[in-house]
T-cell receptor, first 114, second 114 residues
Framework: DSGVTQTPKHLITATGQRVTLRCSPR?????VYWYQQSLDQGLQFLIQYYNGEERAKGNILERFSAQQFPDLHSELNLSSLELGDSALYFC?????????????FGPGTRLTVL | AQKVTQAQTEISVVEKEDVTLDCVYETRDTTYYLFWYKQPPSGELVFLIR??????QNEISGRYSWNFQKSTSSFNFTITASQVVDSAVYFC???????????FGTGTSLTVIP
């Protein structure tokens, strides 16, 4: 158990809808990272937040957004969903302000868009 | 351009055989970090090792060893005397200072046959 929690575990929704994925980092970790894992794109870094502020942006679509709250939990919002957004979304946390340290991954949220 | 290349998509070995997973990376930064993660069938990503660009010493941890060679931009992972529990997808990853980005390779699926 990495200490990172993600909810929900599974999510099934329809095209055009909006969903919110939630992540709680390990106790003491200030950074949260979001990743998307799909069959065609592999594992892609989406975005990182450190202590409430956006630190790095990867291949995140404009339809997606994230935020980190004062209690350090983070939410990833996906809107105007398309079939191609179906994927496993991972959250990770670390004690680093960048991407240079070991990251602890949550169990993931499997999103299915029908 | 692919930042991290794992040319071996799938490998099968018989239990107790040694196996090497290849990883080739690309970066112009002088400071960078390389990682290996394991994704067992359960799906959660597990950190295995982190190396920085200034430390080319090889590392051994039990049956696992890593060979980092800057001259060939490679960071290969060897499992000695493989076991069925080693069956998983293994990802090599690069953390780059420029843009604070994190890149995963496409992964190598290892099957250890009893």
């Amino acid at each position: 158990d990495s200490g990172v929690t993600q909810t929900p575990k599974h999510l099934i929704t329809a095209t055009g809808q909006r969903v919110t994925l939630r992540c709680s980092p390990r106790s003491g970790d200030l950074s949260v990272y979001w990743y998307q894992q799909s069959l065609d794109q592999g594992l892609q870094f989406l975005i990182q937040y450190y202590n409430g502020e956006e630190r790095a942006k990867g291949n995140i679509l404009e339809r997606f957004s994230a935020q980190q709250f004062p209690d350090l939990h983070s939410e990833l919002n996906l809107s105007s969903l398309e079939l191609g957004d179906s994927a496993l979304y991972f959250c990770a946390s670390s004690d680093a302000s960048g991407t240079y340290n070991e990251q602890f991954f949550g169990p993931g949220t499997r999103l299915t868009v029908l | 351009a692919q930042k991290v290349t794992q040319a071996q998509t799938e490998i099968s070995v018989v239990e107790k055989e040694d196996v090497t997973l290849d990883c080739v990376y690309e970066t112009r930064d002088t400071t960078y970090y390389l990682f290996w993660y394991k994704q067992p069938p359960s799906g959660e990503l597990v950190f295995l090792i982190r190396r920085n660009s200034f430390d080319e010493q090889n590392e051994i941890s039990g049956r696992y060893s890593w060979n980092f060679q800057k001259s060939t931009s490679s960071f290969n992972f060897t499992i000695t005397a493989s076991q069925v529990v080693d069956s998983a997808v293994y990802f090599c990853a690069l953390s780059q200072d420029t843009g604070n980005q994190f890149y995963f390779g496409t992964g190598t699926s290892l099957t250890v046959i009893p």
